[in-house]
């Protein structure tokens, strides 16, 4: 029995050394595997495979589109109109002069400063050109501008008083468009600060105040008086941002009309 194993190991030894050498003799060469590609095909798996086109590809997502943040523009500067006004701040000056003076001690000049310097911004907010004055100011002298308004205010003399007024110069040169600035004057000032007219109480220094009489001839001037400083403290102390409103409306008024 085991002889005859023994032939049929060396029958098969045999035939397998056969198969070898009829490959070489036909240049087929051994079998080989391809160690460097990690593809199997459905021959290596029995598993259909995809075709590329078949494959499924992951989207690209889509880069986030950030609003475009514009850069805020700097608010622009109002336009210059071409018109020049003078504002006067009654008494004020280096000769420091109080102007009226009450027992308190309230002092006319600082309520009519308040209000000028007040008027000369919100002017000049609009596109004017503005010069705040000095009661004795050096630049009256042939003064030149499209409006001219002196601010005063009325002393505590007179205890039951109240109002306002507005006047011009008796000597007016141009009277027809003064009268025109002291109406827009009264028109507005009443209607901002709600004071009444108090006309009754003009004197002639006002229609002869000194300023009517060194300012350029072509120069439209008035002067107002804001108030009584007893019974109207109330609104010359704690709101002169008001009085300025309505004088600043007046002189707009008579420029633009």
Known sequence: MARYLRIIWWATLALVFGVILLAFSRGEGLPSINLTTRTMTAEHTGTPMATPSETATEPIPTPTRW???????????????????????????????????????????????????????????????????????????????????????????????????????????????EDKLVECLY?????????????????????GYHAFREIALETPGAIIELGFM????GVLTRDPGRLAAGIVKGIVCFLES
């Open 187 to 207: 028109e507005q000032y009443e209607q901002a600060t709600g004071l009444a007219r108090h006309e009754s109480s003009i004197t002639p220094a006002m229609h």
């Open 67 to 177: 609003p475009t943040l514009t850069p805020s523009r700097p608010k622009p500067s109002p336009m210059p109109k071409g018109k020049r006004i003078g504002i006067l701040a009654g008494h004020l000056g280096p000769e420091e002069d109080p102007g009226a003076v009450c027992p308190d001690g309230l002092r006319e000049a600082d309520i009519n400063a308040a209000v000028a310097e007040r008027v000369v911004a919100a002017l000049r907010a609009q596109g004017y050109e503005v010069d705040l004055l000095d009661e004795f100011d050096e630049r009256l002298e042939e003064y030149q501008a499209d409006a001219f308004v002196s601010i005063h205010s009325d002393s505590c003399d007179i205890p039951e008083a109240s109002g306002f007024k507005v006047a011009r110069s008796w000597e007016s040169a141009i009277p027809d468009i």
């Open 230 to 233: 007893l019974a109207d403290r």
